[in-house]
């Protein structure tokens, strides 16, 4: 299978150069030709690896069979995943939640980036690339660390982080910040997320730097989920998620249901509308967001408006005003190239476009979208904990919220729970009632005892840990920061 970029389909690649350029030249991103149907039958008894190793071969077309099996059960074995990889939880009749984030970093992020690593290797291997591969990651919290745990002291490889300064909770910096590997490097950027991005992207666009990379042997590319490497790994937990209900008793094989997922980049939402066209039968994908409702918006009015005040919240990985994962979407209902090139333009020059009306019509055919405040979102952690006895971190909270608000009494809805409660231990203790100790470790012990549960152990860890990383940056230093990788 080839992949072209979302803005213009002359520009054509196989998955493993799609994987090891990252973004297209002119700043669209890469898509499949075409997307697979699959035999939901014959996927039932697969375990997490063989699911992996069987839909992502109908993408990775240019990978073996023997590769791809091989690199799942390195990536998603019992010494990187607690217990089963995906884990499907019953809150209640009719609401599930899909825990994604029993991997070494405790967050939805790894089932990506514990196998993209090996997947950028073996592209290379394919492509006789035998050039130094310099990554460059923008972050919202959560994608940093688990980038650089995947990709560290990988040979041949530079791996630079970039995270907004006072924009992810502490634990989140921590896990960066005190990160290992002799090929990594971490940088705090001035402003909000969405000017970590912006800057990285530059850099990726701008054939100057292109031509110097390509002079010093090397090449750039990313672990965002621009990279196709990194959104492809997410549509199998969707599959697993569906399966294992069916396997539970939960749902009969072919039965819909409805997928909540809390939303900021739009990768993980936009992986699940994969496995929708690929026979996963999905009623709607409910969009979650936060106070940064811009997601929200769109699915009202078909106006994607980024000029608004933005805001930081205790739900931080989706503290974003610009979806870059949502091009995809446009282009796949739309699949008028030129028309996503004008509105990624607009986007660029004005901070907003609005979609022809009968594109924003057929999302509306697969999507719903709501939001939740930061008071609802505490609510929903005190009640979800004192209904359920389930500890929600503040993006499971979200998505509960709008599941519960969306929900139409008949369809079953599995919540993507996309990170541990103790990621972000001060806001959950607080939401309890607890009083939060402006100390991550403290809040994480009172936590513990509040509730009874356990800390991840690598996040009780990070007291000890040295902090190597320190530098902040402005925005426009992302381009000497690349240089030096």
Same mark, same amino acid.
């Given at each position: 299978?080839?992949?072209?970029?979302?803005?213009?389909?002359?520009?054509?690649?196989?998955?493993?150069?799609?994987?090891?350029?990252?973004?297209?030249?002119?700043?669209?991103?890469?898509?499949?030709?075409?997307?697979?149907?699959?035999?939901?039958?014959?996927?039932?008894?697969?375990?997490?690896?063989?699911?992996?190793?069987?839909?992502?071969?109908?993408?990775?077309?240019?990978?073996?069979?023997?590769?791809?099996?091989?690199?799942?059960?390195?990536?998603?074995?019992?010494?990187?995943?607690?217990?089963?990889?995906?884990?499907?939880?019953?809150?209640?009749?009719?609401?599930?939640?899909?825990?994604?984030?029993?991997?070494?970093?405790?967050?939805?992020?790894?089932?990506?980036?514990?196998?993209?690593?090996?997947?950028?290797?073996?592209?290379?291997?394919?492509?006789?690339?035998?050039?130094?591969?310099?990554?460059?990651?923008?972050?919202?919290?959560?994608?940093?660390?688990?980038?650089?745990?995947?990709?560290?002291?990988?040979?041949?490889?530079?791996?630079?982080?970039?995270?907004?300064?006072?924009?992810?909770?502490?634990?989140?910096?921590? /896990?960066?910040?005190? $990160?290992? =590997?002799?090929?990594?490097?971490?940088?705090?950027?001035? *402003? !909000? +997320?969405? %000017?970590?991005?912006?800057?990285?992207?530059?850099?990726?666009?701008?054939?100057?730097?292109?031509?110097?990379?390509?002079?010093?042997?090397?090449?750039?590319?990313?672990?965002?989920?621009?990279?196709?490497?990194?959104?492809?790994?997410?549509?199998?937990?969707?599959?697993?998620?569906?399966?294992?209900?069916?396997? /539970?008793?939960?749902? $009969?094989? =072919?039965?819909?249901?409805?997928?909540?997922?809390?939303? *900021? !980049? +739009?990768? %993980?939402?936009?992986?699940?509308?994969?496995?929708?066209?690929?026979?996963?039968?999905?009623?709607?994908?409910?969009?979650?967001?936060?106070?940064?409702?811009?997601?929200?918006?769109?699915?009202?009015?078909?106006?994607?408006?980024?000029?608004?005040?933005?805001?930081?919240?205790?739900?931080?990985?989706?503290?974003?005003?610009?979806?870059?994962?949502?091009?995809?979407?446009?282009?796949?209902?739309?699949?008028?190239?030129?028309?996503?090139?004008?509105?990624?333009?607009?986007?660029?020059?004005?901070?907003?476009?609005?979609?022809?009306?009968?594109?924003?019509?057929?999302?509306?055919?697969?999507?719903?979208?709501?939001?939740?405040?930061?008071?609802?979102?505490?609510?929903?952690?005190?009640?979800?904990?004192?209904?359920?006895?389930?500890?929600?971190?503040?993006?499971?909270?979200?998505?509960?919220?709008?599941?519960?608000?969306?929900?139409?009494?008949?369809?079953?809805?599995?919540?993507?729970?996309?990170?541990?409660?103790?990621?972000?231990?001060?806001?959950?203790?607080?939401?309890?009632?607890?009083?939060?100790?402006?100390?991550?470790?403290?809040?994480?012990?009172?936590?513990?005892?509040?509730?009874?549960?356990?800390?991840?152990?690598?996040?009780?860890?990070?007291?000890?840990?040295?902090?190597?990383?320190?530098?902040?940056?402005?925005?426009?230093?992302?381009?000497?920061?690349?240089?030096?990788?």
């Amino acid at each position: 299978m080839n992949y072209h970029s979302t803005r213009d389909t002359s520009l054509r690649r196989t998955a493993s150069q799609a994987i090891l350029q990252g973004i297209s030249e002119e700043g669209g991103l890469f898509v499949p030709q075409e997307i697979p149907r699959v035999d939901l039958a014959s996927l039932q008894g697969l375990d997490y690896c063989a699911l992996a190793a069987k839909l992502l071969g109908l993408y990775l077309t240019d990978y073996s069979e023997e590769f791809l099996l091989r690199a799942a059960r390195q990536a998603y074995g019992p010494q990187r995943f607690e217990g089963a990889a995906a884990k499907t939880v019953k809150l209640e009749p009719g609401l599930y939640s899909l825990e994604l984030w029993h991997g070494p970093t405790s967050a939805f992020k790894d089932y990506a980036l514990q196998l993209m690593p090996l997947l950028l290797v073996e592209a290379k291997r394919i492509n006789r690339d035998n050039s130094k591969t310099a990554i460059l990651v923008a972050t919202s919290g959560d994608t940093g660390k688990a980038a650089l745990e995947g990709y560290k002291d990988l040979p041949g490889i530079e791996i630079a982080v970039f995270y907004p300064a006072h924009g992810t909770s502490e634990t989140q910096r921590l /896990q960066m910040a005190t $990160q290992e =590997g002799e090929n990594v490097h971490v940088f705090a950027v001035e *402003g !909000n +997320f969405d %000017d970590a991005q912006t800057g990285v992207k530059r850099v990726f666009t701008d054939a100057a730097f292109a031509a110097e990379c390509a002079a010093q042997g090397k090449h750039l590319t990313s672990a965002n989920s621009i990279n196709w490497g990194r959104l492809a790994p997410q549509i199998v937990y969707y599959f697993a998620s569906y399966l294992e209900l069916v396997r /539970q008793g939960e749902l $009969q094989l =072919g039965d819909a249901l409805d997928f909540c997922v809390p939303t *900021g !980049n +739009f990768g %993980d939402i936009l992986a699940g509308y994969y496995a929708r066209r690929m026979g996963l039968p999905v009623r709607r994908l409910l969009c979650a967001s936060n106070k940064n409702n811009v997601l929200t918006d769109f699915g009202a009015s078909g106006v994607y408006d980024a000029d608004r005040p933005f805001y930081k919240t205790a739900s931080p990985s989706m503290d974003i005003l610009v979806s870059s994962n949502l091009e995809r979407l446009l282009y796949h209902e739309s699949g008028d190239a030129d028309l996503i090139a004008q509105l990624m333009d607009a986007l660029a020059e004005n901070k907003k476009y609005q979609v022809p009306r009968s594109l924003g019509q057929r999302i509306a055919e697969s999507f719903a979208f709501g939001c939740t405040g930061e008071e609802r979102c505490f609510a929903e952690i005190a009640a979800t904990w004192e209904k359920d006895h389930y500890l929600a971190d503040p993006h499971t909270a979200v998505a509960l919220s709008v599941a519960r608000a969306e929900a139409d009494g008949k369809t079953p809805c599995v919540v993507l729970s996309t990170a541990n409660p103790y990621k972000f231990s001060g806001a959950v203790l607080g939401a309890l009632g607890g009083r939060a100790q402006q100390d991550d470790f403290a809040d994480l012990a009172a936590l513990e005892q509040l509730t009874g549960t356990v800390a991840p152990a690598p996040l009780r860890a990070l007291r000890e840990k040295p902090v190597r990383f320190e530098a902040t940056i402005r925005p426009e230093g992302i381009p000497a920061a690349a240089r030096a990788l």
